[in-house]
């Protein structure tokens, strides 16, 4: 697609359920990154991958959260057991080489 | 631990002013990239800087980089409203670029007529 896709926008979910956030990154790109980004901070990176393979999940808050990218495109963040403190700013952007990431418009986490 | 540091944090100016922003960071990278994000927005990327002296410029924005000082300043020329914004600096987490950015908390710019 034209540019990073997210989805949904924005979900509100009670304490101790399950979500799957979902990223489908700009076409051809071969990195795809997931970042968390707290009101009024910068992005904290989560997770990256490149084509199908996690490359770095040493951002991941715990072992609630995972991630995939099975066929090397489409990606989906996943958080178990939701807690009230895992409500963010949930960001997947992608890169097609160095440095430079293209972000997503987001999907807004709510933790009841 | 790689940080980055911006400041200020928060800036407010007038119309028609110029101000500079700083990023300090504390690893060796040759490569910054700044980017701005608009209220309830997404980032766009503004600039990539990609060696040490490199100077770019966009309308009234201007980015350079020194890699042995290890800061870039965001330069702001006779500013208007619509330069409002947040802009974060960032560098990459490891030599390579392929591993993702680290970002700095942002620079909250207010411009009031």
């Known amino acids: 697609g034209a540019g990073v896709s997210q989805s949904p926008r924005y979900k509100v979910t009670k304490r101790g359920q399950d979500v799957a956030l979902r990223c489908d990154p700009i076409?051809?790109?071969?990195?795809l990154y997931w970042y968390r980004q707290a009101l009024g901070q910068g992005p904290e990176f989560l997770t990256y991958?490149?084509?199908?393979?996690?490359?770095?999940k040493s951002g991941l808050p715990n072992d609630r959260f995972s991630a995939e990218r099975p066929e090397g495109s489409i990606s989906t963040l996943t958080i178990q057991r939701t807690e009230q403190r895992d409500s963010a700013m949930y960001r997947c952007?992608?890169?097609?080489?160095?440095?430079?990431?293209?972000f997503g418009e987001g999907s807004r986490l709510t933790v009841l | 631990e790689l940080k980055v540091e911006q400041n200020p944090l928060f800036l407010s100016m007038q119309e028609g002013k110029n101000y500079t922003i700083y990023c300090n960071y504390s690893?060796?990278?040759?490569?910054l990239y700044w980017y701005r994000q608009d209220p309830g927005k997404s980032l766009e990327s503004l600039f990539v800087?990609?060696?040490?002296?490199a100077v770019k410029q966009e309308g009234r924005l201007m980015a350079s980089l020194d890699t042995k000082a290890r800061l870039s300043t965001l330069h702001i020329t006779a500013a208007v409203h619509d330069l409002s914004a947040t802009y974060f600096c960032?560098?990459?987490?490891?030599?390579?670029?392929?591993?993702?950015?680290?970002f700095g908390k942002g620079t909250h710019l207010i411009i009031q007529p």
């Open positions: 991958f490149n084509y199908e393979a996690q490359q770095d």
């Open positions: 690893t060796t990278s040759d490569r």
């Open positions: 076409s051809g790109h071969v990195s």
């Open positions: 960032a560098v990459e987490r490891k030599g390579g670029g392929a591993d993702g950015l680290t």
């Open positions: 952007a992608s890169s097609l080489s160095f440095g430079e990431l293209f």
């Open positions: 800087l990609l060696s040490n002296g």
